[in-house]
Every structure is written in structure tokens, then in C-alpha cells.
């Protein structure tokens, strides 16, 4: 089962008026990273308010050079392709996706293939905070390098939140230990195959044979004698 987890930074919150700074993209496969991403900053094509470079660091100086969403837009489709897209708060993510999209004369991205992990926090925990850090320190899952928002680190925060969610870091009927997350994000070669081990005889001592007759001579009619 392919998910991808996604995440953007915009440069305000009215996507009709503010444009998306960068976006990421994290595959995963049975609800594990398989370590095939999509991240690109976006030139904006505005000035990015001084508010939202203290959120995530992104000034017009870091953006030089960046490509236009509509110069990305068809890599981007094509990553995420028709997979279920798990997304923080997602009415904002694709709200935001759309109206580039839109800009690009590329077709809008429906609502209904986005899964919202506010909702998914809230169901589970009612009341409780939802956002982000929030669910991190519920979880035990370190944070403490975000120290500003990001696309690519949030999107891999959210891998693991997500996991969470649905119920915990041990996957599928395996009750052994578990891959430590992180080495699921970083996984880039496949795990080598085991090594068959020739078959090891293990024939009976003498005194097992003869145990094993003279059990059997005590039977009536022993298949074991014809």
C-alpha cells in the first residue's frame, strides 16, 4: 500500500493571495518509508512577509535561484501519482497545492485523497493538543532539532506520528523488534538474501533402536512389522 506523507511552507495563509515556499514528499510503502523522496524550494514570485521567514527561515536571499511550482508541477504530480497523501491539517496543504495548481493549468487535487492527521490525533486523543510538537512528546519521538518549520523534516515527523496513529511502531504480525524508524528513512539498499545452511542428519543411537523395537513388539499387529 503506497502512501505519501506531505508537507508545504507558503509565505502567508490565504493561499488566493500567498504563494507556497516549499514542499515535500516522502513515500511510503505498507505505512513504512522507503527512503524515495520529492522536496524542491519554490520561488514565489512575491516578497515573503518577515512573519512567515520567523516561522520557517525561508527569506526571498534563501529562495534565490528556486524553480517555479509550475516548472516542478508535473515531477511533483507524477511522485505522488494516484496514492493516498497524508497530510497535517490537509485542507491548508492542498488548499495551497490547488491554487498553484491552478496558476500551472494543472487540475485541481481533490480533498477526498487526503488523509488529515489533525483529525485522526483528535479522534484518538479528544481534546487534547494536535498539533505537530504536540504529538511528538506523546509519542516519545524527538523533535528537538525543529527549531523552525520545514517541509522535508515535518513531512519526516509526520511519517512517524502517522505510524503512531494507526497503532504503534510494530507492523504486521512480526513480534520481534522492530527497524528503528529512522533507518527506515534513510534505507537506500536491499537487505541481502540468507544464506542457505545444508540439511543436518540426526540419525538414532543403538540403544534408541533398540528402545524403539521393543516398544514396538508390545503392539498387536504393529504396522512397523509387516
Known amino acids: 500500500m503506497r502512501e505519501i506523507v506531505l508537507d508545504t511552507e507558503t509565505t502567508g495563509l490565504d493561499p488566493k493571495t500567498q504563494r507556497i515556499v516549499e514542499i515535500a514528499c516522502i513515500e511510503l510503502v505498507n505505512h513504512l518509508p522507503t527512503g524515495q523522496k520529492f522536496h524542491t524550494l519554490l520561488d514565489p514570485e512575491m516578497e ?77 486523543f479528544p481534546g487534547a493538543p494536535a498539533s505537530l510538537d504536540a504529538l511528538c512528546k506523546r509519542f516519545g519521538i524527538d523533535n528537538t532539532h525543529r527549531t523552525l518549520h520545514g517541509a522535508l523534516l515535518d ?28 533507518a527506515a528513512l534513510e534505507l537506500s539498499a536491499p537487505v541481502p538474501a540468507a544464506v542457505a545452511r545444508a540439511a543436518r542428519a540426526f540419525s538414532p543411537s543403538e540403544a534408541e533402536l533398540a528402545a524403539h523395537q521393543a516398544a514396538v513388539a508390545k503392539i498387536k499387529n504393529a504396522l512397523w512389522n509387516v
Do not use: C, W
Request: no cysteine; glycine share 8%.
Open 155 to 182: 513531512s519526516e515527523l509526520l511519517a512517524q506520528v502517522y505510524l503512531e496513529l494507526l497503532g504503534g511502531r510494530q507492523v504486521g504480525m512480526a513480534l520481534g523488534e522492530t527497524p528503528s524508524f529512522g
Open 48 to 124: 515573503v512577509p518577515a512573519e512567515a521567514v520567523a516561522v520557517h527561515g525561508l527569506s526571498n536571499a534563501k529562495l534565490a535561484g528556486a524553480p517555479l511550482f509550475s516548472m516542478v508541477a508535473s515531477e511533483f504530480l507524477e511522485f505522488i501519482g494516484e496514492s493516498k497523501l497524508v497530510i497535517h491539517n490537509a485542507e491548508f496543504d492542498i488548499g495551497f497545492i490547488n491554487a498553484e495548481l491552478r496558476r500551472a493549468n494543472f487540475e485541481r487535487i481533490p480533498i477526498t485523497r487526503a488523509l488529515d492527521t489533525v483529525q485522526m490525533a483528535r479522534r484518538k
